[in-house]
């Protein structure tokens, strides 16, 4: 089957760093999307990957491993607005995205 | 920016009722989408339209259906609403599928089924 895997829940101190982990295991593979989803509002798209390597926008960064079937989310300088939860996607085929479960991240003072 | 907009926010239904939700969009996109998301599980695709008059079943299609009949509107239906189809309801939107053509999201319908 198709799976995606990411932690239920983390904490971190506002201004820290905090890795969020995704593993998947898909039948295909044409990218990997990241979205950010604060409580009762929309997923916004954070970031892509298609190749191996680290894409960096401003204080996000997302890691992608082809061969591990692994991303992570980087999110640095934290604030408090950075309170949500984070959606790890990968589209299999044409049109669909397999979607994670999400990972809520508390920012602490 | 795109805007998906979704009619209700919020929505409160008797079992057996026949249920309406509609999407629109104002990026003139070709692929829309409709999700259901529940606490602890991802984002479960119902159907999806890759252009106007076509619908594909996604992974729980089961007791809806959808219709689009203009490029921008994607409504989902709810034949005999049931109690198990309590949840958030999310409209997407994106062009065809290439590079990083990410899916835009409406705010979400909160649907409950009394």
């Known amino acids: 089957g198709q799976n995606i895997d990411q932690p239920t829940e983390m904490t971190a101190t506002e201004g820290a760093i905090v890795q969020i982990n995704c593993t998947y295991q898909t039948s295909g593979f044409n990218g990997l999307f990241w979205y950010q989803q604060h409580a009762g509002e929309a997923p916004t798209f954070l970031s892509y990957?298609?190749l191996d390597g680290l894409e960096e926008k401003g204080r996000f960064s997302s890691f992608l491993s082809r061969s591990k079937g692994y991303s992570y989310l980087l999110l640095k300088e934290l604030q408090m607005k950075d309170s949500a939860s984070y959606l790890c996607?990968?589209?299999?085929?044409?049109?669909?995205?397999?979607w994670g479960a999400g990972t809520k991240l508390i920012i602490k003072p | 920016d795109v805007k998906v907009t979704q009619s209700s926010r919020y929505l409160v239904k008797r079992t057996g009722e026949k249920v309406f939700l509609e999407c629109v969009q104002d990026?003139?996109?070709?692929?829309m989408f409709w999700y259901r998301q529940d606490p602890g599980l991802g984002l479960r695709l119902i159907y999806f339209s890759y252009d106007v008059k076509m619908k594909e079943k996604g992974d729980i299609p089961e007791g809806y259906s959808v219709s689009r009949e203009k490029k921008e509107r994607f409504s989902l239906i709810l034949e005999s609403a049931s109690t198990n189809q309590t949840s958030m309801y999310l409209c997407a939107s994106s062009f065809p599928p290439g590079g990083n053509q990410p899916q835009h999201f409406g705010d979400g319908t909160r649907l409950s089924i009394l």
């Open positions: 996607a990968v589209r299999s085929g044409n049109y669909q995205l397999i």
């Open positions: 990026m003139d996109h070709e692929n």
């Open positions: 990957n298609v």
